[in-house]
């Protein structure tokens, strides 16, 4: 991935992307081509030297049985935006401004490790289910449904792990802006309503100041 120097991410931003309750890409190259599948994940942080991603793909999906060649790659993306020049203070100094697109990504890269192993399986939608369930006011839990057939449910799915060896991450959120250019994105967003990369134009912000 292209990355200048101020727009790599901090290992903070990273840690937001691996653990934001968010779907991501799974690129695999096979020898049928490259495959890809979008799916939630959950991060691990207690396994390998630099974590895991669990995730599951249909049994019926033939990815996760064309053996990838070489790394598996995990495309995560955080909160995006188009970025209008009308929002710096610079266009009205010299005008010499185009717009831009600001974003927040990492690719993840490691061994992927199939299981089929019902108990893993069970472990991981539940864990997987109480992450996107934990803000309700009435949130579902696996035991709701009847055992037999979730039991069936979990048959029909395959568990994928990608055990990480490297992460590239960027944030390209304004940090080559003046800090009055950098405030008009913030003012620009947030009236736009895009609050959630407004605020991660701010960190990125505090992150550069120190």
């Known amino acids: 991935m292209y990355t200048p120097a101020h727009f790599a991410a901090s290992p903070d931003a990273i840690t937001d992307l691996l653990t934001r309750p968010a779907a991501a890409n799974l690129v695999t190259a096979t020898a049928q081509g490259i495959l890809a599948t979008m799916l939630p994940l959950i991060y691990e942080p207690s396994i390998g030297e630099h974590g895991a991603l669990h995730g599951h793909l249909a049994r019926n999906n033939p990815q996760w049985s064309a053996p990838a060649l070489g790394e598996s790659l995990v495309i995560l993306q955080g909160a995006d ?3 209008s020049p009308s929002w710096y203070t610079s266009k009205r100094e010299h005008g010499r401004v185009v717009p831009t697109w600001n974003y927040s990504t990492a690719h993840v890269y490691g061994e992927l490790v199939v299981h089929e192993d019902p108990a893993w399986l069970g472990n991981h939608i539940r864990q997987l289910t109480d992450v996107h369930e934990a803000g309700s006011d009435r949130p579902w839990s696996v035991d709701d449904a009847p055992e037999r057939f979730i039991s069936g449910q979990l048959r029909a799915i395959v568990g994928v792990e990608l055990i990480i060896s490297r992460i590239e991450g960027k944030t390209k959120l304004s940090q080559n ?13 947030q009236a736009v309503g895009q609050p959630e990369i407004a605020a991660e134009v701010e960190r990125a ?6």
């Open 81 to 83: 935006a188009y970025i």
């Open 177 to 189: 802006r003046t800090d009055a250019d950098i405030s008009g994105v913030i003012a620009g967003l």
């Open 205 to 210: 912000r505090r992150e550069r100041r120190g």
